[in-house]
């Protein structure tokens, strides 16, 4: 039998089909509900569905409630650890085209990410700024300002 | 009829378990997702309806006859996303290691000549081993059967091909022919002789991550549009894929509702920096041009000195075309045209209107360049633009110098609405390269040669480096203030909704490849 | 005195009630507004509207010059402060008056006396009024702090002489505790208020707060209108007040109200006032302080006298004689108010801003809602989050606790966490409609948890409910847009 994780406001329930076949509910029409439990009288109203996304809203005696669904595929991949974005190292930066190098930004040892800007190379007749592509620390950076580089040439290593 | 149903739901739970359940936990612990888990969450809940579930080979050679597993390794069928039709393959990397058989290539053409029968898209996810060595030619021969439809289906209908595993060999080859290849980043590859015999043949040492992994392909060779980080990152760009593109070669891609307001970009009069030696990213005057739904760009780490990709203008699914200064000037080059070309083509064949964005100063010199072709390279994109029938619309940000300039869309090869921003630069050439040539005679004789060249570079500047040599001839339809960017391409685009436009009759052209 | 326009400097919900009693005694009215409320409701009720200035309190309207340019711009009569803001400020009264303008409540000396908690004891000490025994000037020395908790008795509160909301307040349950506890208020006071003066009471335990509210006119009259209890506080700040009390006898009420006219003469009180009082475990009762202002629970009192309190508050101003007696005024039924504030009760109580996406107020006999928003509105975060405040009548206690259960359940807001789930805890608990409860209340019987318990059943049926529907709509077979297509059209020529 599947079980489905339904979250409401960071409560989790775990339900199978089965649980659901046991409810008293009846449909009393315009999207409205009359369920019984242990006695207790329940007063159901859909207020939104999305079934692509899983989400729901649905009011119960009077309160909203928004939730979630996850199906077993949901969960496997939650615990696969799918859903968590990875880091992306690099080793090394190289000059994207041939230049002179005005400014170098960058340190020994500055700890990278994607988009840190590191050195000027004009070229073209224009200034252009070379960042990284990736994540890492800085071991050594192999150029001098006002050098010239060819297309590909080792401007910075990472450790 | 009580057994015969439960002998058929034995079969039917034995062929969704592929290789077995050992199989695919180790496929888990790879990382990687099954084939019918990849095809749950591509295609909507509950609408995918197998084909072929209880399809087995017929091999006996090599002890072939005693593994018998139900689908031989390929899951097909047919399903929606969000609502619309399409038909799927996804390879089982648990059976047999997903290696192709007669069997496997059988399903997947089946697939594929149902998908050209109705005219919707094919999406392809590969993860397989290659060619099953037991059967021989007949696997050479199912890879032919699917390369040959492929051809015909490309520019029919949109087919789409995620690398979730490896692709080695001869089977790199439908990916490459399908209109946009994704590809897993840390467990995909893609290459046509594998490491181990390249070592053996070359003496290269190169891991299969270094010579065909997801970023190589991305940045050194463009094989591969797209890299996600995991299957269901993958899985969710093939939807927003989708979304851009038509059924098929007859449709236009689906409008979504948008409300329209004034439409007026104020932030458009700041983004191009008053140095005009400094570059600025052309991503940010998309952004601030397009709807509010993010710029689906293609090819993201290829040839960077040019964006290509899928947008949204008032609902409308458009292409973009942009030179980008942060990368070469925005230089045209070898990778850039050809990414370029391909995309602009992408986009005739499935009625995608084209938006390009000019800010090029020219070709990037050099024997690198000259000795890889990029007078034919550079030819691809030119020929591409002015074959295209769907309607063009051009805007100049900047610089617009030279060849570059009849490429990039001109009017000349058959742009419908050419426009320019004020600060444009349509010339021959830069300023100061010009006035060196014109005035070399007075420079050279001057008291002071470089305030002499500065002089002319000023004359010339301020007599060609703008807009309206190229607006008195009608060149350009408009020189337009860059806050209303947005609102003339919201009007352009609808003015060409039903432009009609037919090139001369022919079997096909011959694009310089 | 002709009192034909008045402005009122506040906003929100109280600007709105001030102005709706005036509009119906057939006054104009002058509405101030921060760029924040330019589209509030009370800005739109006004006959007139001046804008103030930036939203920041500091800058509009905490503002006295502003709000009295804008008066004397719009030939304005008389300025009712409401509630908080400028209307406990002296120098504003003064300033007001100094403008020719009259001031809606007391005068300024009096204001200034009951604003200083110490200042107040000292002027009510000749007329005998019970307080809680303490000593009456601040202290600093160890030694006669020590003395006077002997003479007290332990448990003795400290408190800062110069502010309120809890702030330099502790509680000392041995003599040995005494000294650590003294440094420590002082320095909180200081911190705090600037000035490090702290003096000493008896500490109640289990103390009722239970304030009473007068009326006192030019003419020299001054009665009572009876008690309202306001003990449910959270964190000192009220939260449910009800009148009558659920514990009072006539006898005690008798003498609070005495107690009460006697504050109010020792102040020279013109005016609606509110006198404070403590209630102890056996129904003693000692003078905090008095309010020189309507305070935020009056309705209660409103609805179980029958008398509008700003009506008698501009009556008052305009010299007039009060109409009534304290032999004409009695009380009938029972009324119970709930604070709404746009706080997140399940997460400690912290500030939610947002948008009003859905704002239904309920509606019915014995319900009356004082608010000042409406739906799609935004929360400005400038001011109190103080949204509104719900307020039933019944015919007794039960009948408007059972009341106000059911308008919380009707009263729909979305877009926002408010404290009405709170409302509806404090309502629904044996502790409250037992009636015996005292100031501690929240801290013995709240927890967040004790909140999201609450609605454990509905959520489980919500999520089964749920399910139930996803899995139904699964079931349905979902055919794909298939009508819409050129391909079979375009290519049957092949």
Redo the contacts between chains.
């Keep these: 039998m599947t079980n489905y994780d339904i979250t409401i406001d960071k409560e989790k329930f775990i339900l199978s089909p089965k649980d659901i076949a046991s409810l008293d509910i009846v449909p009393i029409g315009n999207r409205q509900f009359h369920a019984l439990r242990c006695n207790r009288s329940y007063k159901i109203k859909i207020l939104n569905t999305d079934f692509t996304n899983k989400t729901m809203t649905i009011e119960v005696n009077g309160i909203s409630y928004a939730m979630v669904l996850a199906d077993e595929y949901d969960q496997m991949v939650h615990k696969m650890g799918l859903l968590t974005s990875k880091t992306h190292k690099i080793n090394s930066i190289k000059a994207p085209m041939p230049g002179l190098i005005i400014d170098i930004i960058a340190t020994i040892g500055q700890k990278l990410e994607a988009g840190t800007p590191l050195i000027v190379l004009s070229a073209m007749k224009m200034e252009n700024i070379i960042t990284s592509h990736g994540e890492g620390i800085i071991k050594s950076i192999n150029v001098e300002v006002n050098d010239a580089v060819d297309k590909g040439q080792l401007i910075i290593e990472m450790e | 009829m009580k057994e015969n149903i439960k002998a058929l739901e034995d079969k039917i739970a034995k062929a969704k378990l592929g290789g077995g359940q050992k199989r695919i936990e180790t496929q ?1 612990s790879k ?1 990687k ?1 099954t084939a019918r ?1 990849r095809i ?2 591509l295609l ?4 995918f309806e197998e084909l072929g579930t209880l399809v087995t080979h017929r091999t006996k050679d090599f002890g072939m006859g005693k593994q018998i597993f139900y689908g031989d390794g390929v899951v097909t069928g047919y399903g ?1 996303i ?4 399409v038909c799927v393959f996804a390879q089982d990397f648990t059976v047999f290691g997903g290696s192709l058989s007669e069997t496997h290539a059988e399903k997947i053409c089946k697939v594929m000549d149902m998908a050209m029968k ?2 919707v898209p094919i999406i392809g996810l590969n993860d397989s081993g290659g060619a099953r060595i037991q059967e021989g030619v007949r696997s050479l021969g199912g890879y032919a059967d699917i390369f040959h439809r492929n051809v015909k289906a490309s520019g029919v209908i949109p087919q789409i091909s995620a690398i979730m595993g490896p692709c080695a060999g001869g089977a790199v080859y439908s990916p490459a022919m399908t209109d946009f290849t994704l590809m897993v980043e840390n467990s995909s590859y893609m290459f046509v002789t594998g490491p181990n015999v390249v070592k053996t043949v070359t003496n290269e040492a190169v891991s299969s991550e270094e010579l065909g992994g997801a970023m190589t392909h991305a940045t050194k060779s463009g094989v591969t549009h797209f890299t996600a ?4 990152e993958c899985i969710s760009q093939i939807k927003e894929l989708i979304g851009f593109l038509p ?2 070669c ?2 236009v891609p689906k409008p979504l509702p948008y409300s329209l307001n004034t439409e007026i970009r104020e932030k458009l009069e700041t983004i191009i920096p008053e140095n005009a ?3 600025y990213d052309m991503r940010h005057i998309i952004n601030e041009i397009i709807d509010e739904s993010p710029f689906f760009e293609i090819h993201k ?1 290829y040839a ?1 000195n040019i964006v290509v990709g899928f947008a949204r203008l008032a609902g409308k699914s458009i292409g973009i075309v942009a030179n980008q ?7 045209l080059d070898v990778n850039s045209s050809k990414k370029a070309a391909r995309f602009t083509r992408f986009c005739d064949c499935f009625n995608i209107p084209l938006l390009v964005l000019v800010d090029v ?1 020219g070709f ?1 010199p ?1 024997t ?1 360049q000259e000795w890889n072709g990029i007078i034919t390279n550079g030819a691809k994109l030119l020929y591409a633009l002015s074959e295209a029938t769907v309607p063009k619309v051009t805007v100049i940000t900047r610089k617009a110098y030279g060849g570059a300039y009849d490429v990039m869309n001109s009017k000349h090869i058959g742009a419908d609405l050419n426009y320019a921003w004020p600060g444009a630069e349509i010339a021959v050439m ?1 300023a ?1 390269g010009a006035s060196e040539i014109i005035f070399k005679k007075e420079i050279d004789s001057a008291e002071d040669p470089e305030a002499k060249l500065k002089e002319k570079e000023e004359e010339y500047a301020e007599k060609f480096a703008n807009p309206y040599s190229a607006a008195e001839r009608g060149f350009i339809d408009e020189v337009i203030l860059p806050y209303n960017t947005r609102r003339k391409l919201i009007s352009a685009f609808a003015l060409l909704e039903n432009k009609v436009v037919h090139l001369p009759k022919k079997k096909h052209g011959n694009i310089p490849l | 005195m002709e009192i034909k326009k008045i402005l009122v400097a506040n906003r929100g919900e109280i600007a709105l009630r001030i102005m709706r009693t005036a509009q119906n005694m057939g006054i104009k009215t002058v509405a101030v507004y921060s760029d924040a409320d330019r589209e509030a409701p009370h800005v739109r009720f006004a006959d007139e509207a001046v804008h103030l200035g930036n939203s920041p309190s500091s800058e509009s309207y905490l503002n006295m010059d502003k709000i009295v340019e804008a008066a004397v711009q719009t030939k304005s009569h008389a300025i009712h402060p409401g509630y908080g803001f400028l209307s406990e400020n002296a120098v504003f009264a003064q300033l007001v008056a100094d403008n020719g303008i009259t001031f809606i409540g007391p005068k300024p000396h009096a204001i200034k006396v009951m604003g200083n908690k110490l200042a107040a004891k000292e002027a009510v000490k000749t007329y005998n009024i019970p307080m809680v025994p303490g000593i009456e000037e601040s202290i600093t020395d160890i030694s006669l702090a020590r003395t006077v908790s002997e003479e007290i008795g332990f448990p003795i509160l400290i408190k800062a002489s110069a502010g309120g909301g809890g702030k330099g307040m502790r509680v000392v349950q041995q003599p040995s505790e005494l000294q650590e506890q003294m440094e420590r208020a002082i320095s909180e006071a200081k911190a705090a208020f600037g000035d490090g003066s702290v003096f000493l009471e008896k500490y109640i335990e289990s103390p009722r707060h239970i304030e009473i509210q007068i009326l006192a006119d030019t003419h020299g009259h001054i009665i009572h209108l009876f008690e309202r209890e306001c003990s449910i506080q959270r964190r000192h700040q009220k939260v449910v007040e009800e009148a009558p009390s659920a514990i009072l006898t006539p006898e005690i009420r008798a003498a609070m109200g005495e107690a009460a006219i006697k504050v109010a003469k020792a102040c020279d009180y013109v005016g609606a006032g509110t006198v404070e009082f403590l209630l102890d475990s056996d129904k003693n009762f000692y003078f905090l302080e008095m309010n020189t202002r309507l305070q935020v629970e009056h309705p209660v009192t409103e609805l179980i006298t029958g008398i509008d309190l700003v009506e008698q508050q501009i009556r008052i101003a305009r010299n007039e004689k009060l109409a009534f007696s304290q032999e004409n005024l009695s009380m009938k039924g029972h009324a119970l108010e709930v604070r709404v504030y746009a706080e997140n009760p399940l997460d400690n109580f912290l500030p939610s801003m947002g948008t009003l996406e859905t704002y239904k107020r309920p509606e019915g006999k014995g319900i009356r809602l004082d608010d000042g928003f409406e739906e799609g509105m935004t929360i400005p975060i400038f001011y109190d989050p103080m949204l509104a405040k719900l307020i039933t009548y019944g015919k007794d206690r039960a009948e408007a606790i059972q009341l106000m259960i059911s308008a919380i359940s009707e009263y729909k807001i979305k877009g926002i966490s408010t404290t009405l789930a709170f409302g509806k805890f404090v309502c629904e608990h044996k502790a409250f409609t037992s009636g015996n409860f005292d100031t501690h209340f929240v801290k013995n019987f709240y927890t967040p948890e004790l909140l999201h318990q609450q609605y454990t059943e509905e959520r489980e049926i919500a999520a089964m409910v749920g399910l139930k529907l996803f899995l139904e709509h699964q079931e349905q077979l979902k055919l794909p847009d298939y009508k819409n297509s050129n391909w079979s059209l375009k290519r049957t020529k092949g």
């Excluded at chain 2, 909507?44 to 609408?47: I, L, M, P, Q």
């Excluded at chain 2, 980080?229 to 269901?232: F, K, S, V």
């Excluded at chain 2, 200064?325 to 230089?331: D, N, Q, R, W, Y």
């Design positions: 888990h990382g997702l888990e749950h969450f909507d809940e509950g609408s929606t969000a609502g619309r039709q109705i005219g980080e995991n299957d269901l059924q098929n007859e449709e030696n400094q570059p780490h960077e200064p942060l990368s070469l000037a925005g230089v100063p990037l050099g690198d830069g100061k």
